[in-house]
């Protein structure tokens, strides 16, 4: 019973896949350290499941699973595969030191990736799943199949499917809509089937995971809930695929806001979604849309005269959601140059941040840099300067320690750029360009000669009025292959400033930083390839005869599925 007094049926499980399949979002390719700081807060929030990656794909993923198990205790963890051998392999060696591992494996059901994609039959196909889920069964006991394309699929054919991994071990069944074709109706429809036409479906969990090609991810997945599924796959902001995923923040507060409906409870700290929602924002570079439901910077703003007349009359005439309860913080409150330490410490905590001395120091010398030039500092703005002074999880070779660009309609424009660098070195250059971010840039690129290509640029104004600070997201690519099938070459850069050359320049180099990072990451890292081969050999000998598969390592040629 809640505080409502309304009666829950039960709960649903809130999967999280902003790990995989929101970094399948072109250009949010994080690092293991971000990974690893945003599974700590999808962890306090409250997230039952946490899918960490695709631990075959690549070195970088399988050591983020890795890391994940290792740390995280709060949560399932939770490996992708495609049904083969040498990938279940591979993701049981990553969940090794899981305090709750999970194997989430499967194949594809709809006749167009039997046919085009698998090119097998469904007799095969289905055997194929079965050995699978066995197979995963041997390391975990928690093993989750996708019967993928299932919104496409004979729904007879799905049924046995389900049956027969059920009946081999699978734990969880999820039903992806993979290309996001269903429409409500339909979807709530065939979870319904699920449950009446799989004999024993009581035996797993039914799981939908739903993409948003045509705007239906998040009612598809309530209509799947009221229809019998109790997990839901989700991400933060709705990253993903193409369209991406059902956002965990609209499904969450759907479920809560009309829990009167819905009748079940999810276990999200709801106050967590605001600020888990911005730092995953910040570190993907990918902004969200101002008009987002639930986390979007208008989704509390009233323009019109009659709302704003009525909400200050009574919150709930047009909000049917207290910003608080997702943890939007009072916007009201400016800090000046005056506030001293004292003051922008005690906002920063009330704004959720806990912050420690060291890097205190760093953010109130931003704080004051910004302060001089703006006449009040919001909320907007110190989540801008935290983010990029604390948001930084990885060695940065250079600075900027002072920037000066000459630039108009008369004259080349020019930039000199100082950089400390490594040793602590400042180093200085001048360079000429068709732009004054062109200048600014090739002066950098004269001091860090770090050849690359700069893939995309984009400038924002963080508040309104000629005195916003601007915040500027660049990705670069680095034009040096990396070598052990590790295909992440592309690096987000964000900076932000009050003069947009600065910002510029800074979200520049913090792209460079990251790639230089990226690069010593891997030559630190040590032979992946050769872990994972004594990781399978050690397994195999606990598990006695049965074969072990092939891993040839990332940088051999694997066959595609
Ligand atoms: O969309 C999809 O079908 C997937 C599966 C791998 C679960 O992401
Ligand atoms: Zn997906």
Same mark, same amino acid.
């Given at each position: ?20 399949d ?43 699973? /890795? ?104 734990t ?17 429809a ?17 799981? #939908? ?9 998040? @009612? ?34 759907s ?20 600020? @888990? ?28 005269? &009659?709302? /704003? ?11 049917? &959601? ?5 943890g ?6 400016? =800090? ?7 003051? =922008?410490?005690?906002? =920063?905590e ?5 912050? $420690? ?29 935290v @983010?990029?002074?604390?948001?930084? %999880? %990885?060695? $940065?070779?250079? $600075?900027?320690?002072?920037? /000066? ?31 004054? #971010?062109?200048?600014a ?39 040096t ?9 592309? %690096? ?8 947009t050359?600065? @910002?510029?320049?800074?979200?520049? =180099? ?17 032979d ?5 081969k ?28």
């Amino acid at each position: 019973m809640d505080e409502s007094g309304v009666g829950f049926q039960d709960s649903v499980i809130v999967f999280d896949t902003t790990l995989r399949d929101g970094e399948q979002s072109p250009g949010a390719a994080l690092t293991t350290k971000e990974k690893l700081e945003i599974a700590h807060v999808l962890e306090d929030m409250g997230v039952d499941v946490i899918e960490a990656g695709f631990p075959i794909s690549s070195p970088g993923d399988f050591q983020s699973v /890795q890391r994940i198990s290792d740390e995280i205790r709060g949560c399932v963890i939770c490996g992708l595969t495609r049904a083969r051998d040498e990938d279940i392999d591979v993701a049981a060696a990553a969940l090794k030191t899981a305090a709750r591992p999970r194997i989430h494996t499967g194949l594809g059901v709809s006749d167009v990736h039997l046919k085009y994609k698998l090119r097998m039959s469904r007799d095969e196909a289905l055997e194929i799943g079965v050995r699978s889920v066995r197979r995963a069964r041997r390391y975990v006991d928690d093993v989750q199949y996708y019967v993928e394309d299932a919104g496409r699929a004979d729904p007879e054919y799905l049924y046995r499917v389900l049956e027969a991994v059920i009946d081999a071990g699978a734990t969880v069944v999820n039903i992806p809509d993979t290309t996001g074709y269903t429409f409500p109706t339909e979807w709530g429809a065939l979870i319904a089937a699920i449950m009446n036409n799989v004999p024993n479906v009581d035996k797993a969990t039914v799981a #939908v995971h739903c993409h948003n090609d045509l705007g239906m991810a998040t @009612a598809n997945t309530l209509v799947a809930v009221v229809n019998g599924a109790r997990q839901v796959e989700c991400t933060i902001n709705g990253l993903g695929e193409r369209a991406g995923n059902a956002s965990l923040e609209e499904v969450v507060m759907s479920l809560k806001t009309r829990k009167d409906f819905f009748k079940v409870e999810t276990h999200i700290n709801t106050k967590l979604i605001y600020p @888990a929602s911005r730092m995953v924002s910040d570190l993907t570079g990918i902004f969200v849309q101002p008009n987002k439901a639930i986390v979007g910077r208008n989704a509390f703003a009233h323009s019109s005269g &009659i709302h /704003q007349d009525g909400v200050l009359k009574d919150r709930t005439t047009y909000e049917i &959601i207290d910003p608080a309860d997702i943890g939007v913080p009072e916007s009201e409150i400016v =800090l000046s140059a005056r506030s001293g330490r004292h003051g =922008l410490r005690h906002r =920063l905590e009330e704004l959720g941040y806990h912050i $420690e001395d060291g890097q205190f120091d760093v953010i109130y010398q931003r704080f004051l840099e910004v302060a001089d030039k703006k006449k009040t500092v919001g909320v907007r703005d110190l989540e801008s300067i935290v @983010a990029g002074e604390s948001l930084v %999880f %990885f060695e $940065e070779t250079y $600075e900027l320690e002072k920037m /000066q660009v000459m630039c108009g309609t008369a004259g080349i424009p020019t930039a000199s750029v100082c950089l400390r660098g490594p040793d602590d070195r400042i180093v200085c250059e001048a360079a000429m360009g068709n732009g004054p #971010v062109d200048a600014a840039y090739e002066a950098i690129d004269k001091i860090a000669q770090v050849p690359n290509e700069l893939v995309e640029f984009s400038i924002q104004a963080i508040t309104e009025g000629m005195d916003a600070m601007a915040k500027v997201t660049v990705r670069i690519r680095d034009a040096t292959p990396n070598g052990n099938g590790d295909r992440r070459t592309v %690096f987000m850069g964000r900076g932000s400033d009050t003069d947009t050359v600065v @910002a510029a320049a800074r979200a520049y =180099l913090f792209a460079l930083n990251r790639l230089l990072a990226a690069r010593s990451d891997r030559s630190h890292r040590g032979d992946v390839t050769q872990e994972v081969k004594r990781s399978l050999e050690e397994m195999q000998a606990q598990l006695g005869s049965e074969q072990q598969s092939e891993f040839p390592g990332w940088g051999a040629p694997r066959q595609k599925e």
